[in-house]
Nanobody, 128 residues
Framework: QVQLVESGGGLVQADGSLRLSCAAS????????MGWFRQGPGKEREFVAA????????YYQDSVKGRFTISRDNAKNTVYLQMNSLKPEDTAVYSC?????????????????????WGQGTQVTVSS
């Protein structure tokens, strides 16, 4: 069992930055592929980024490439999402998720049903 708690959301102006954190419980954190998803007002949940258990590969949705960076610190049981050059369309509830699947890479992990554990989410609001 893994419990995930996000933090770091808030209100920021366009072109600003935020860093989200996702703290995980459990000693097996390093065994999980981690992902970030978001759900904007009136929108479906969408994939944002994923990172392998080792941090050797990362994968991003096209709209955030070059602006967002996913990383993890297995010693701290934490995964991060650094968000720069934020746009109003980035406004959403951001949730982290963990999956025991580690055999693949990249776009395979963009699918929400693949993930076994989810956090409650943190609100990010970008004003224009």
């Amino acid at each position: 069992q893994v419990q995930l708690v996000e933090s770091g959301g808030g209100l920021v102006q366009a072109d600003g930055s935020l860093r989200l954190s996702c703290a995980a419980s459990g000693r097996t954190f390093r065994s999980y592929t981690m992902g970030w998803f978001r759900q904007g007002p009136g929108k479906e949940r969408e994939f944002v980024a994923a990172i392998s258990w080792s941090g050797l590969w990362t994968y991003y949705q096209d709209s955030v490439k070059g602006r967002f960076t996913i990383s993890r610190d297995n010693a701290k049981n934490t995964v991060y999402l650094q968000m720069n050059s934020l746009k109003p369309e980035d406004t959403a509830v951001y949730s982290c998720a963990a999956t025991r699947s580690t055999n693949y890479s990249g776009s395979y992990y963009a699918r929400a049903p693949l993930y076994d554990y989810w956090g409650q989410g943190t609100q990010v609001t970008v004003s224009s």
